[in-house]
């Protein structure tokens, strides 16, 4: 039996980008909370993410590296079309992530200034980064109506990593500050439903592949399972939300389930319009490969690293469980 | 698009990323390994003091790795953007290398580092040992691969053509190729005396500023003596890292020794001022047949000059000149380091001009790292990939209005990142352990 290897990449990338945005989408967006909280609550929201943000980055580098070593060739069409929205999005990850350590050490004016570098690289990167899915799923077309929804696209992204932020605060936190991340949450719920609304609308008018894909009966009617989950879900951390806030029995972990299910059926819709493009109508995940020993070199050692990787990462999530505590260092 | 500006640019914001980006690899990769020690000596003691001396220096540690993760994921785009032609031709020799850094080494340290430094509490002590030995491990698996890369670029081996494509024939002989064991050790090492001068000149400077501290006595103690040790043993893997270069590298040598012309008895060149527009030395101070003497252990033994290289042949100046800093600095290291050692025997505190001394070191390992890095790889051009793929042919896609502005981006970022990063560390040093 031979393995399908670009698909088999395909899929890893698809998996480590659909991490990286629940993983690290929850750190950025407890960042751009930051400015709604008390000095006191910064702490706690701080505390929450300290032992996970740098790992959390690293599936943006492990996603990035496969569409670097396996699609060399679309590597370079879609970060040099989106070449000023990732040095943007660099910069900000950049700032945040020394942010995260200065303002810890830093007294005075100087914390808040660290705080605000803090905040403001968060949101840097979370709207570049909805930027570069604005773009994408719209093939990089130039005007002036694709900018603006690439923009539109930009502030929802920054919505669902507040959703996901405050649902992890929801998880994370208790009483007053936990009451807060109620409210946030379902602010952030409405930006996510534009967002998807924008995106499931966009790719079929711009692409008649993906027009085809989904508007093709009876099929359609099967594919509708799955707006009808997403909505579902929606539903979902709308009511469990609004049962934390007024203290009736529900998980503390329910919301930033429900939030996650959203992400993981969204990208879910996203691949299948892609499929099998890297590129939508432009390139292929065959066109793009690299050679099959390079593939085959990498896949051996993914195969015998990712039961580590899951392994020690479910650990640290383990060490960490339960409500967060201020006083980070001690 | 102005080919030749947009390399200019390309070059300028890559080797300013990967130099910003050096500096905290080379000093968390042996970092890793002083805090663990740190942390074993607490283990077996439970002396406060050596808590608080771990405590201290895993703050130390948690700042440069982060700035190194930062900067290290803004490298990860720019193979790709700012060097499309370098992924075309060998990607599928660098993809793989760099995508097993990424699997066995970043992962492992970032997660083992959040239990490192917010987990003491919260895992028993020997899952706390395991988990600073971990992120030791993580940092020197990482500059494993990104070595093998990096030396695979000087000295490529082990790969075959399949139609136009470079793809691996023995991986074996990609990783282990005939610079890598020499690159490695003198890598490991560079880090190792980088990490023991921050530790030597940062406890020097508490003890400048807060007078008597225990802990800072032996942390002074502890990076004075494995730089005595590391600095003696780094100029021997130099040397023969040097030879190594000669049999593979001969251009490199060329430039390092400004030697222009081909021939026997060549004379190695202490000081001068290379020309390298009319190929020669100015105000050059020679000692005759040095050179042959040196590299071949033969007075009369024949060297390849530059005429022997060029066209393919590195500007001479830059590279002459980073030697010699590198050298130089290691030459002080070396003497600060041995001086210091007899200045601290038997629990003795030095005086306060040599306290002083050690603090201005502080960060000498970074200069003669980035001396180092500039020789190696300003030696290597014009070839990206000796014998595979020029510098000039790697650039492209990017215009030139692009990489300017994110060029400005950059050196707004990473100066105030740096500047930040000095003031803490001053200040997190001269608070001292206690606070």
């Known amino acids: 039996m031979s393995l399908d290897l670009p698909l088999v990449f395909a899929a890893l990338m698809g998996l480590a980008i659909l991490m990286y945005v629940v993983l690290d989408g929850y750190d950025l967006g407890v960042g751009m909370l930051m400015p709604a909280a008390s000095a006191d609550e910064q702490e706690l929201m701080v505390a929450s993410i300290g032992p996970f943000w740098d790992a959390n980055e690293t599936w943006l580098v492990l996603g990035v590296g496969i569409l670097l070593v396996a699609f060399p060739a679309a590597h370079g069409l879609v970060l040099g079309a989106l070449y000023l929205p990732v040095a943007a999005m660099l910069v900000g990850l950049m700032l945040r992530g020394v942010a995260f350590e200065f303002r810890v050490k830093a007294e005075g004016w100087h914390r808040g200034l660290w705080n605000w570098l803090f905040w403001f690289g968060s949101f840097l990167a979370s709207f570049a980064q909805g930027l570069m899915l604005g773009r994408y799923v719209t093939g990089f077309h130039p005007g002036f109506g694709y900018t603006l929804f690439a923009m539109l696209v930009g502030a929802s992204l920054c919505g669902g990593y507040v959703l996901l932020g405050a649902t992890w605060l929801i998880l994370k936190t208790e009483g007053e500050l936990q009451k807060k991340a109620l409210a946030w949450a379902r602010w952030g719920l409405l930006w996510v439903a534009l967002g998807v609304a924008l995106v499931s609308l966009a790719t079929p008018l711009v692409s008649h592949t993906v027009q085809a894909k989904w508007f093709d009966f009876p099929r359609t009617l099967a594919l509708m399972l799955l707006p009808i989950a997403t909505v579902a879900a929606g539903w979902r951390v709308w009511a469990a939300t609004g049962r934390l806030k007024r203290g009736e029995r529900e998980f503390d972990w329910m919301p930033l389930a429900a939030t996650v299910a959203i992400f993981t059926l969204a990208f879910a819709g996203l691949a299948y319009s892609l499929f099998p493009y890297v590129v939508i109508d432009r390139m292929t995940i065959r066109e793009a490969a690299a050679h099959p020993s390079a593939l085959k070199f990498m896949l051996v050692g993914v195969a015998i690293v990712f039961p580590f990787l899951v392994a020690y990462t479910v650990f640290a999530y383990r060490v960490f469980r339960g409500k967060a505590r201020a006083g980070l260092y001690e | ?435």
Do not use: C
């Open chain 2, 1 to 435: 698009m102005d080919t030749a500006e947009a390399l200019i640019l390309a070059r300028a914001q890559f080797g300013l990323n990967i130099g910003f980006h050096i500096l905290f690899p080379s000093l968390t990769i042996a970092l890793g390994w002083i805090l663990l020690y740190f942390r074993i000596r607490y283990a077996r003691s439970g002396d406060p003091a050596w808590l608080a001396t771990y405590k201290l220096w895993t703050k130390v540690f948690a700042l440069s790795f982060a700035m190194g993760v930062v900067s290290g994921i803004t490298m990860s785009f720019q193979f790709g953007t700012n060097w499309p032609g370098y992924m075309q031709r060998v990607g599928n020799i660098a993809g793989p290398l760099l995508a097993y850094e990424v699997l066995t080494a970043f992962f492992l340290e970032a997660t083992f580092l959040g239990v490192m430094l917010f987990g003491m509490n919260r895992v028993p002590g020997w899952v706390h040992v395991f988990s600073s030995a971990m992120v030791a491990v993580g940092t020197t698996i990482s500059a494993f691969w990104i070595l093998a890369l990096n030396s695979w670029m000087h000295t490529p081996a082990g790969h075959v053509m399949d139609g136009s494509q470079i793809i691996a024939g023995e991986w074996l002989q990609v990783i282990f190729n005939p610079s890598f064991p020499y690159r490695f050790t003198h890598m490991l090492l560079a880090s190792g005396l980088t990490a023991s001068f921050v530790v030597a000149g940062l406890s020097a400077w508490r003890l400048l500023r807060a007078g008597e501290d225990a802990s800072a006595r032996n942390t002074l103690r502890t990076g004075l003596v494995l730089a005595a040790v590391l600095a003696p043993l780094q100029i021997l893997a130099g040397d023969l890292h040097g030879l190594n270069t000669l049999e593979h590298q001969p251009a490199k040598i060329a430039a390092i020794e400004a030697i222009w012309k081909t021939g026997k008895s060549v004379p190695l060149v202490l000081f001068a001022v290379p020309d390298d527009e009319k190929r020669r030395n100015d105000f050059a101070i020679e000692i005759p047949k040095g050179a042959s003497l040196v590299l071949r252990h033969d007075g009369e033994a024949e060297l390849q000059g530059i005429d022997a290289f060029v066209p393919d042949a590195a500007p001479v100046a830059p590279v002459f000149f980073a030697f010699r800093v590198m050298v130089g600095m290691g030459v002080l290291m070396l003497l600060a380091a041995w001086s210091g050692v007899w200045a601290t025997r038997r629990g003795m505190l030095p005086q306060r001009w040599m306290l002083w001394t050690f603090s201005g070191f502080t960060f000498a390992g970074w200069i003669a790292t980035l001396a180092g890095w500039l020789v190696t790889e300003i030696g290597r051009q014009p070839w990206l990939v000796t014998g595979i793929l020029r510098t000039r042919d790697a650039v492209g896609g990017v215009s030139g209005a692009q990489l300017g502005a994110s060029l400005t981006g950059y050196i707004i970022t990473y100066t105030v990142m740096l500047i930040a990063y000095l003031v803490v560390l001053t200040h997190l040093a001269g608070k001292g352990a206690d606070a």
